[in-house]
Each structure stands twice: as C-alpha cells, then as structure tokens.
C-alpha cells in the first residue's frame, strides 16, 4: 500500500511539471545546427528530455497581494529511504518595514515519501525584521522512517547483526537571531523533541535503553557567514557554535548538554573549479538516549555510511571536496574524509576512525542550482545518493 502511495506521489508530481513543461513549447522554436560529432547531439537530448522535469520543478509560482507562492517536487534517492519523492509548498513575504532590496521572509509546507514507507511532513520558515537587525527561523516536522540499530559505539556498529524498527521523531525548534557584524550573529535557541523505536526485529540490542525519549532545552548559538551563495558557495565562510543544555525541570526525560561546532570554507582556485572543506563536532554529554546520540552517515556529512550505523554521545568528522565544471550544464566532484564516533575525550581510538570517499555528478537546473548524484564509500559498505544543492 506504501508503495502504491509513493508511486501515486510521483506520478501527481511528475504530472505537473509536465503540464508547465508542455505549456512552454509553443514558445520554442527549432534550430539546426551543423553536426558536431556523436558527443555533443547524444548530450543535448538528455538535456532536453531527461532533465526537463527537474529544470521546470520551480516555475510554479504566483504572486497574491505581496506574497509569493510556488510548488516545487522532485524525486529523490538514499541508501536508508530509497526513492522518494518530495513537494515543497512555499512562499516569500516582507514583514512591514522592510525595505524591497532585503532578503525576503519565507514559509514552507513540506512533505516526503519513499518506497520503503518512510515519510515526514511539517513547516518551517524565517522571518527577517526591519534592517535585518533580528530574524526568527523556525521548524515544526514529524517523521517516520524504518531503519536499522546496531547499538552505541564502534565495536556495535562493526558487527553484522542489527535490529530494524521505525523510527518516529517530532521536533519544534524556533531559534531568535541579533546580527552583531556584516557577517555574524548571535542567537537564543530552543528545541524540543519526542524519539520513539517501535517494531524492533532484536529488542535484546537496546538493553536497558528505554525505546522513547523527549527533551527539551534552551540554548545559545554564534555564527559567521560570509559564502556568497549558500546552496552552492564559491567563495566564503561559514562558522557555527552552539550549546544547548535538555533539562529534567523543562520537561527532558534524560538531562544532558550538546555542543554543535561547524566549520566550512570555499575557494575558487580556478574559474571552474572549487575547493570546499568542511569540519564538524557534535558533543553530548551527560545521560544521551540511544535516538538522540551523534550519527555517522548522511547525504551531507560522512558519504557512504548507513545513517546511525555508528553512533555514540560524541562525533567529529571532516571531508574536502573538489568541485569542477565539465561541460555545459555538467560537472563532477571527489571527496575524501574521515570521522570518528566515541564516548569521551579519554577513549579517542584513532584506529576507529572511519574513512569516506567518493565521486559524483552535478547536472545545473538553473543558475547555480544542481541536482546531485553522489556514490560514496566508507568501511565495509557505500551508498548512492539523488538530491538538490551541494552536501556542504
């Protein structure tokens, strides 16, 4: 039944970009252009047919009394969820006050499906202020995602037994920002969230972890950000530091602090190539729930790894990737990394720190804007990766 529901998805999303696609045509017109070689005719086809979809995915939009709306969709592909499919509703709006050459506020509805019955729905935004002197990001989302747990720390995540169960998780988060310089700011963060594990195939390997855990805290966060454009920067910085503590007397079912430290920067070393380096820290400290511990795996960090696979209280990881336009429209990139997973400081083992590298291809929507395949490896395993924008 999931599946007939994802398969539906697609086809409802697929159907609208085809009719905007189909819309535009009577406004082209042919060209003949003279033979040159087998390449350049087989590559423009896909251009024009393959990609067609993706390229017109966010056309949609209209504009109602200032405020502008328009639906996006677009497949997308993980080793944990597999195909997908997802549709963003959004619009952007100035708060009273704002000036017209100021980034506009925005507000999205979202929601995702996958063939493997994982889904997630909820709304998130960010609301900028006169001079954009304050500005509020927030995100209410709810999700359930079929997954695998091989237990806390290294040597679990080495063996090859493994539990899978569902994974619910609810999250509020709404974070106020000051801008404190051209590029920085400082910020008060809150969050609360409920992890729940049902279904588990091998109950034995949570051991005495309680299956659902909620926490709720308060925080304080610091950031630079120089990049000249987020989704696909080439040039810039972005620094990240922040510190929030879950309290019992707030409502957290288990007391503990987190540390979230990133640090990214990118260099146009020639006029088609760029050089990013990314380096992140999760630091948990304190009685951490299995479900709310430092992951190894994602479409953005660690490439290659089954998400949680590896999993403990403490996380740092790293990766540099080269970024190079080819032709046209395409591109590739190569990356290498390495992080590590551990519970203290003391029993850093840097023999347990796990590798990922791998290659991927980059086809432009538009502007500035890819879609992204990435194939990455790590130890013992890799992953296949469909999405939009750079990992970092």
Request: hydrophobic residues 35%; glycine residues 10%.
């Amino acid at each position: 039944m999931r599946t007939q529901l994802v398969i539906v998805f697609l086809f409802l999303g697929l159907s609208a970009l085809n009719a905007h696609t189909e819309s535009k045509q009577d406004t082209l017109h042919v060209q003949h252009k003279e033979s040159k070689g087998i390449i350049e005719p087989i590559y423009d086809y896909v251009e024009k047919t393959a990609f067609q979809y993706l390229e017109s995915s966010n056309d949609k939009t209209s504009d109602i009394k200032g405020f502008k709306f328009s639906i996006m969709g677009g497949p997308y592909y993980s080793n944990e969820t597999k195909v997908g499919m997802g549709l963003i509703a959004s619009g952007l709006y100035r708060v009273k006050g704002c000036s017209e050459d100021m980034a506009p506020s925005s507000v999205s509805l979202f929601s995702n499906i996958t063939t493997v019955g994982a889904y997630s729905f909820g709304v998130k935004g960010t609301t900028f202020f006169p001079e954009m002197r304050y500005w509020i990001n927030a995100n209410v989302s709810f999700s359930d995602t079929p997954l695998r747990y091989w237990g806390i720390g290294y040597d679990a995540g080495s063996q090859e037994n493994y539990s899978t169960y569902n994974n619910m998780q609810k999250n509020i988060e709404v974070d106020l920002f000051k801008k404190t310089g051209k590029y920085s700011a400082l910020g008060i963060i809150t969050n609360a969230m409920e992890v729940s594990g049902v279904n588990f195939s091998e109950v034995s390997l949570l051991g005495n972890e309680s299956r659902k855990a909620t926490a709720v805290g308060v925080g304080l966060i610091a950031s630079y950000d120089s990049r000249d454009f987020i989704p696909n920067p080439y040039k810039g910085i972005y620094a990240m530091a922040s510190n929030t503590y879950y309290a019992g007397a707030l409502g957290s079912t288990h007391g503990f602090n987190k540390i979230d430290l990133i640090f990214r920067c990118y260099k146009q070393i020639r006029k088609d190539t760029i050089l990013a380096f990314d380096l992140d820290g999760t630091f948990n400290m304190g009685n951490v729930n299995w479900g709310m511990m430092a992951l190894v795996g994602s479409p953005n960090q660690m490439r290659g790894y089954y998400q949680g696979r590896y999993r403990d209280k403490k996380l740092i990881d790293t990766q540099v990737e080269i970024r190079q336009h080819v032709y046209k429209r395409s591109g590739v990139v190569a990356w290498a990394g390495a992080g590590n997973a551990f519970s203290k400081f003391s029993t850093v083992q840097l023999c347990q720190t796990l590798p990922t590298y791998g290659a991927g291809y980059r086809f432009e929507l538009k502007e500035r804007v890819n879609l992204r395949l990435d194939y990455g490896r790590g130890k013992d395993q890799s992953a296949f990766y469909i999405n939009i924008n750079e990992a970092f």
